[in-house]
């Protein structure tokens, strides 16, 4: 079965850097995307980016672009997240999920929270 | 950017009744529209895909409409697991992936 699980939460000071990992299993890795979403407390659901397992190939919307950074690991199928200069407003439980193609996140990681204080 | 908007922001209703979400896009997506359930302290859970296929394992009180920039998630006869938000989401043109605000089924 696929399972997504994602390292343990974090605090951290302002100005600081997060690193989040998300480790997969059950499926070949490079046949899925990976996005992240984050969750800033009683909020929505706010798309980071993406990383291609396959290629490396990114993409960041542009309210992160220049401080975050995404990659992977294909000899563990982990990808990563990195997000710099953090800000209090930067306090939310991220998740990893993965797609395929022109389609929907269909698995999600169990989300890492980070606390910026 | 594609823009989500989703209504109510909060839906009251009672178990067994039947429940009406609708979600907006700003312009056409097809049927490229997914709608999640989150349950407070957990990950999104995919409902539905391509506007009106459920995913596995969800139950067929769960059904999904709509095309082109209209769409809608009813729930037949809420159960107590179904208070929960929900939130659409297009995937047709992106980046951005932009997901609505959210819909809250309250009791």
């Known amino acids: 079965q696929v399972h997504l699980v994602q390292s343990g939460a974090e605090v951290k000071e302002p100005g600081a850097s997060l690193s989040v990992s998300c480790k997969t299993s059950?499926?070949?890795?490079?046949?899925?995307?990976i996005h992240w979403v984050r969750q800033a407390p009683g909020q929505g659901l706010e798309w980071m980016g993406w990383?291609?397992?396959?290629?490396?190939?990114?993409n960041y919307a542009q309210k992160f672009q220049g401080r975050v950074t995404m990659a992977r690991d294909t000899s563990i199928n982990t990808a990563y997240l990195e997000l710099n200069s953090l800000s209090f407003d930067d306090s939310a439980v991220y998740f990893c999920?993965?797609?395929?193609?022109?389609?929907?996140?269909?698995?999600w990681g169990q989300g890492t929270l980070v606390t910026v204080s | 950017e594609i823009v989500m908007t989703q209504s109510p922001a909060t839906l009251s209703a009672s178990p067994g009744e039947r429940a009406t979400l609708f979600c907006r896009a700003s312009?056409?997506?097809?049927?490229?529209l997914a709608w999640y359930q989150q349950i407070p302290g957990q990950a999104p859970r995919l409902l539905i895909y391509?506007?009106?296929t459920r995913a596995t394992g969800i139950p067929a009180r769960f059904s999904g409409g709509g095309s082109g920039t209209e769409f809608t998630l009813t729930i037949s006869s809420l159960q107590s697991e179904d208070f929960a938000v929900y939130y659409c989401?297009?995937?047709?043109?992106?980046?951005?992936?932009?997901f609505g605000q959210g819909t809250k089924v309250e009791i």
């Open positions: 312009q056409s997506i097809t049927t490229n």
């Open positions: 059950g499926y070949t890795f490079t046949d899925y995307s």
């Open positions: 989401q297009q995937y047709n043109n992106w980046p951005p992936r932009t």
């Open positions: 990383v291609s397992p396959h290629s490396g190939v990114t």
């Open positions: 391509g506007a009106s």
């Open positions: 999920a993965r797609d395929r193609d022109i389609s929907p996140f269909d698995y």
